[in-house]
């Protein structure tokens, strides 16, 4: 399973590390994806770890924004900002393919809220 | 980079309908191609893999078809409990991802 850290809410310009721990399965074997939801609106992937050598790719509209990394000592993967915006407001699922070319298993959220 | 479109983007059908949401891609994607559903306050759950391939423990009313650009995810028999929104997934250049913008479904 992926567990992820709790709800944050924190003031804009704020920094902030999220985490996703899995178990259950070999995690540093297996790329462990990020995705963003903003409130009511769809998906967005944001970008991908190999956990076993830190191996980073980002989606286009992510890259400059966040920071992904993973510790394969501790199975956890890490999402992370510097300086937080409104715009950042969303739920960040961390996602993961064990056995298929897509996501069989998913953290179940982190809600982020960034108000002043 | 490649871009998923879904139709329609929301529809209400009811109780023991058949509806299909279709799924298109800007560029050849052969058959890397998923489904998920998502209900309100959860994580997406995957539901088809590779265009037609059911995850294991998903009901046989949801099928999937396609290839190269144009697929289509079917519920047979809607039920109260299939109310959701639907995305397509595609992963032509593994390991990068695109969702579809989602498909909302809600009964009549």
């Known amino acids: 399973q992926l567990v992820q850290s709790g709800a944050e809410v924190k003031k804009p310009g704020e920094s902030l590390k999220i985490s996703c721990q899995g178990s259950?399965?070999?995690?540093?074997?297996?790329?462990l994806s990020w995705v963003r939801q903003k409130p009511g609106k769809g998906l967005e992937w944001v970008g991908v770890v190999y956990p076993d050598d830190s191996n980073i790719i980002y989606s286009p509209s992510f890259q400059g924004q966040v920071t992904i990394s993973a510790d394969k000592s501790f199975s956890t993967a890490y999402l992370q900002w510097t300086s937080l915006k409104t715009s950042d407001i969303a739920t960040y699922y961390c996602a993961t393919s064990v056995s298929r070319g897509a996501f069989d298993l998913w953290g179940q959220g982190t809600p982020l809220i960034v108000s002043s | 980079d490649i871009r998923l479109s879904q139709s329609p983007s929301s529809l209400s059908a009811s109780v023991g309908d058949r509806v299909t949401i279709t799924c298109q891609a800007s560029?050849?994607?052969?058959?890397?191609l998923n489904w998920y559903q998502q209900k309100p306050g959860k994580a997406p759950k995957l539901l088809i893999y590779?265009?037609?391939y059911l995850e294991t423990g998903v009901s046989s009313k949801f099928s999937g078809s396609g290839s190269g650009t144009d697929f289509s995810l079917t519920i047979s028999n809607l039920q109260p409990e299939d109310v959701a929104t639907y995305y397509c997934q595609q992963y032509d250049n593994v390991p990068t991802f695109t969702f579809g913008p989602g498909t909302k479904v809600d009964l009549k």
């Open positions: 560029q050849d994607i052969s058959n890397y």
């Open positions: 590779d265009v037609s």
């Open positions: 259950g399965y070999i995690f540093r074997s297996y790329w």
